[in-house]
C-alpha cells in the first residue's frame, strides 16, 4: 500500500487539535446561530457496553453485522445558521463514560473522568465568543441546574418536578397549555403538548419566559438536524476509529468532521439533495477526472 503508516498516526495526533470552530466561523460569519447539542456512539449502540481499552473504546454487538464492534461515545455541538439553515459541527469530543471509569480504575488503569456535560459547559464559552449564539437546545439528559442558561430550551422528563404556586409539581400532572414555573431554581416556561406528532405527551422548556410556544416548538424541530449530521457522518466511516491512543482516535474522529464539512459545503452550494457518501463519492470523482488528487500520505523513501 503506498502509504507510510507512521506518518498517517502522526498526522492525526495534530488532527486532533484542528480547530472546527474557526473553520465554521469563515462561514456563518455573524449570522445568528442555534446550538444543538447531543451525543452518539461513533458505532451506534444496539447491546450492552464492554469496555475494552482506557482510550474510550468499548464494543458493542451489532445485530447488523452480526458481531462485536468497537465503538468510543462522542459529544457533538452543532450550529445551525438561521439565515441560510445550513448545519455545521462545531465541536465533536469523546468523551469516557461514568461505567467505564469504574470499571478501568478496578484495573488500575489512569484514567481522566469528565462528563458530557462538563465537557459541553467548558467549550460553551468559547462558541458564544465566536458565533453569535441566539439559543441552545437539548434534549432531558441535559436538563440540570448548570445548562439551564440564557435562552435555552429543551425537554424535561414527565417526573421532573417545578415550582407552581409555592408547590412541588410533577410535569407529568399537567394539563396541555404553557405555564410560567420555576425548575431547579431557574424560571422557565413550560409547554405541555398532550399529544406530540403521535408520540404522546411531551414537556418542552425554554428559560426564556418571552418565547412563544411556536417559538418553543420551532426550535425543538431544529434539534432534529443533529440527528441527521450524526446519521451522514457515520455514512463516511465514523466507526473505524479504533486506534490504540486517545489522540489518534480524537484526530481521526475530527478528520471525519471536517470531511463531513467538505461534503455539506459541496452540498449547500450545489443545491444537491443527496446523501453525504454519495455526495463524497462524486467530489471525488470530479477530482480524479481533473487530474487525480494528491495522496495526503505518501510513503517516505529512504535516503
Known amino acids: 500500500m503506498n502509504m507510510d503508516y507512521m506518518t498517517l498516526l502522526k498526522n492525526l495526533d495534530k488532527m486532533a487539535n484542528a480547530n472546527l470552530v474557526k473553520a465554521v466561523k469563515s462561514i456563518v460569519k455573524d449570522h445568528p446561530v442555534l446550538l444543538i447539542i447531543d451525543d452518539t456512539h461513533d458505532h451506534k449502540q444496539y ?5 475494552i481499552s482506557r482510550n474510550t473504546t468499548q464494543v458493542y454487538y451489532c ?3 452480526k458481531r462485536y464492534e468497537p465503538t468510543i461515545q462522542i459529544l457533538l455541538i452543532v450550529a445551525k445558521d ?3 439553515n445550513e448545519t455545521y459541527i462545531v465541536a465533536i469530543i469523546p468523551y469516557i463514560p461514568q461505567k467505564v471509569v469504574e470499571i478501568l480504575k ?3 488503569e489512569k484514567v481522566e473522568f469528565k462528563t458530557k456535560i462538563q465537557a459541553y459547559l467548558e467549550i460553551l464559552p468559547e462558541l458564544e465568543k465566536e458565533f453569535n449564539v441566539v439559543g441552545k437546545v437539548f434534549d432531558s439528559w441535559y436538563v440540570n441546574s448548570k445548562t439551564l442558561l440564557q435562552d435555552t430550551m429543551g425537554e424535561l422528563k414527565s417526573n421532573a418536578r417545578v415550582i407552581e404556586g409555592g408547590r412541588h409539581v410533577p410535569v407529568g400532572e399537567f394539563p396541555q397549555g404553557e405555564y410560567l414555573v420555576e425548575y431547579l431554581g431557574i ?3 413550560l409547554l405541555v403538548i398532550d399529544d406530540y406528532k403521535g408520540f404522546g405527551k411531551r414537556y ?3 428559560t426564556n419566559l418571552n418565547d412563544t410556544a411556536e417559538d418553543i416548538l420551532v426550535t425543538w424541530e431544529n434539534r432534529w438536524d443533529v440527528e441527521v449530521l450524526i446519521r451522514e457522518l457515520k455514512a463516511l466511516g465514523l466507526e473505524k476509529s479504533s486506534f490504540l491512543t486517545w489522540l489518534r482516535n480524537k484526530g481521526f474522529i475530527v478528520l471525519k468532521a471536517f470531511s463531513l464539512l ?4 459541496f452540498k449547500y452550494f450545489t443545491g444537491l439533495n443527496l446523501e453525504a457518501k454519495r455526495i463524497a463519492r462524486l467530489i471525488k470523482s470530479i477530482y480524479q477526472v481533473s487530474g487525480g488528487i494528491k495522496k495526503l500520505f505518501k510513503r517516505r523513501r529512504k535516503t
Open 187 to 189: 424560571p422557565i416556561k
Open 262 to 265: 467538505v461534503v455539506l459545503l
Open 47 to 51: 447491546a450492552r457496553a464492554i469496555p
Open 63 to 65: 445485530r447488523e453485522h
Open 106 to 108: 478496578e484495573r488500575g
Open 204 to 206: 418542552f422548556f425554554s
Open 82 to 84: 438561521l439565515k441560510t
